[in-house]
């Protein structure tokens, strides 16, 4: 299977809470990041866990790390229309980052 | 205004062409990377680069090549050899390749007709 996986879609309502999930296989990672991509630009940073946290929240985002179960998840509250975009988790590897394929986040007014 | 700019958004080339896309940092950062990436396909490594002069193959560096002569600048250059080079082509750097943040650029559309 894949290094980092994801769904590919997700679809809800203005207002609503998302939740992003995310599965990893090596858990050797120091971070574990969060990027947002709005369609035809680059990506962005969102925000980003350490691995000896198991929460960490920033503002209408939180991230929660289950290390055990190699689990990670970001959860947007009150989801806008402006929140629709493709999200990426990805962990740190000897410098680089390993990415997951994208979740297609869809916001419906 | 600090940043990594990619130039040019889109790019149209013919098949058989060689065509180099452009990354420039003011960042001040060591480590230069560059992406392909296609739709539902997340983004692949090509190359990146930990300090000027040197850089290293990444998961798919088949059909391309880079040159890292100064800090701020990595240029990619997808060469005929390629064999499916139209995709999305991001360039991202860090402070150093002991660092995972990575800063990125807004990415070139390249199309091979």
């Known amino acids: 299977g894949e290094d980092v996986e994801q769904s590919l879609f997700l679809s809800v309502r203005e207002g609503d809470s998302s939740v992003i999930n995310c599965t990893y296989t090596?858990?050797?990672?120091?971070?574990l990041y969060w990027y947002k991509q709005e369609p035809g630009a680059g990506l962005q940073l969102l925000t980003y866990?350490?691995?000896?946290?198991d929460m960490k929240q920033d503002q209408r985002l939180t991230v929660l790390l289950n290390k055990k179960d190699k689990h990670l998840s970001l959860r947007i509250a009150d989801t806008q229309t402006g929140d629709s975009a493709i999200y990426f988790c990805?962990?740190?590897?000897?410098?680089?980052?390993?990415f997951g394929k994208g979740t297609k986040l869809s916001v419906k007014p | 205004d600090g940043g990594i700019t990619q130039s040019p958004k889109y790019l149209f080339r013919k098949e058989g062409q060689n065509v180099t896309l452009s990354c420039e940092q003011n960042l001040n950062h060591d480590a230069m990377y560059w992406y392909r990436q296609d739709p539902g396909q997340g983004l692949r490594l090509i190359y990146y680069?930990?300090?000027?002069?040197?850089?290293q193959k990444g998961d798919i560096a088949e059909g391309y090549s880079v040159s890292r002569e100064k800090k701020e600048s990595f240029p990619l250059t997808v060469t005929s050899a390629q064999k499916n080079p139209t995709a999305f082509y991001l360039c991202?750097?860090?402070?150093?390749?002991?660092?995972?943040?990575?800063?990125f650029g807004p990415g070139t559309r390249l199309t091979v007709l």
């Open positions: 090596d858990s050797s990672s120091t971070y």
């Open positions: 990805c962990r740190g590897s000897q410098g680089n980052l390993i």
């Open positions: 991202a750097s860090s402070i150093d390749s002991n660092t995972n943040e990575q800063f």
């Open positions: 866990i350490f691995s000896n946290m």
């Open positions: 680069s930990q300090i000027v002069n040197d850089f």
